[in-house]
């Protein structure tokens, strides 16, 4: 497994119950996985808490080997160092690419290869120009972000995260700011670096892309209340939760 997360509790001052209230999920290595769920179930918490950005009080998070525990759980220095560890482990997209205005794709892909692993330039270029033609993106290397379609810009801010060799890439809702055409180019993408290795997990409300994914997890008030293959769960789904949800979003497609 490379992303394993048991009994997960996180609650936020104030809040009359748990946003995670026991989260579990295992993800076996190099598979795509889509976490769905209502506005409010979870999904963004989860996503922060396994980047190391938000704590969480019990349970654990293991990255590839490294593992995280609560904070009632470790002490502040173990678990520094654990989320600093993890994080050397893990790569996150965003909805809104986020990529470097005055940087070329090529560039915006060498730079914390550079900069942060201490690569060679020839190396962190070597590896850029590779993952960006992966990604079809090779007559686009020297344009900058302006110059790029949407789905071209989230194609290479998958590079630029995949730069990192990451074992586990989380992408938050990666297709939202996306028109239909362009939120293929993106499943596609994905789908391409399936067959390398990398685990990828897919915070996301597009039924598109949770059609085309190979497992999903529906999470409902911070517990995960069913998965599988989205052909099981997408189209005879056993909770009564999930079914409103699906629901809800054909009426929207
Ligand atoms: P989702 O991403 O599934 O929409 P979130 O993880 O963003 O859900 O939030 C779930 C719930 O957690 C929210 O409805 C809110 O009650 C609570 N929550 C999230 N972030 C905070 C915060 N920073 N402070 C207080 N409560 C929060």
Known sequence: MTLVVKDLVRQYAGNPRPTLDGMSFDLPAGTLTALLGRSGAGKSTMLRCVMGL???????????GVIVRGTKESAPAERKKAIAESRLRLGLVFQSFELFPHLTALENCVLAPMTAKKETRSVAEKRARELLCQLG???RLDAFPEQLSGGQKQRVAIARALAMEPRVLLYDEPTSALDPSMKNEVLQSLKRIDATG????????????????????????GVVIESGPPDTVLKSPV???????????????
């Open 137 to 139: 993106l090779e007559p």
């Open 54 to 64: 938000e704590s969480f009080e019990t349970g654990t998070i293991d990255v590839d």
């Open 239 to 253: 909770h009564e939760s999930t079914r409103t949800l699906l629901a809800s979003w054909l009426e929207h497609e």
């Open 198 to 221: 990398v685990t990828q997990v897919v915070v996301t409300h597009d039924l598109q892309l949770a059609r085309g994914v190979e497992h999903v997890c529906i999470l409902d008030h």
